[in-house]
């Protein structure tokens, strides 16, 4: 059974860093893309940042310059770097991969983490 399990959550005070890390773990053949989703209460969950298994990275324009994604495919890790934090950064983290696996190629989400930017 696949599982992505996310960590780094927490408090923080405006401009501040957290470190997101999301790993994967279970029988699987192959991870394909990875990604950092977010949510706020009573509304979708949008696209923070994707990188694909070579390493290539798109983010949504709000966290351009600020955040940076990467993945440790050793590891079948991808974490999130975030600097520069802001109160509009608050929200509930998720991480998506789509992974090959004994039921074919699926999409996968992890169970979320807080992340709460506030003095």
């Known amino acids: 059974q696949v599982q992505l399990v996310e960590s780094g959550g927490g408090l923080v005070q405006p401009g501040g860093s957290l470190r997101l890390s999301c790993t994967v773990s279970?029988?699987?053949?192959?991870?394909?893309?990875m990604a950092w989703y977010r949510q706020v209460p009573e509304k979708q969950r949008g696209l923070v940042a994707r990188?694909?298994?070579?390493?290539?990275?798109n983010y949504t324009d709000s966290v351009k310059g600020r955040f940076t994604v990467s993945r440790d495919n050793a590891k079948n890790t991808m974490y999130l770097q975030m600097n520069s934090l802001k109160p509009e950064d608050t929200a509930v983290y998720y991480c998506?991969?789509?992974?090959?696996?004994?039921?074919?190629?699926?999409?996968?989400w992890g169970q979320g983490t807080q992340v709460i930017v506030s003095s």
């Open positions: 998506n991969a789509v992974i090959w696996a004994s039921r074919g190629q699926s999409e996968y």
């Open positions: 279970g029988t699987f053949f192959g991870i394909y893309y």
């Open positions: 990188i694909t298994t070579s390493g290539t990275a």
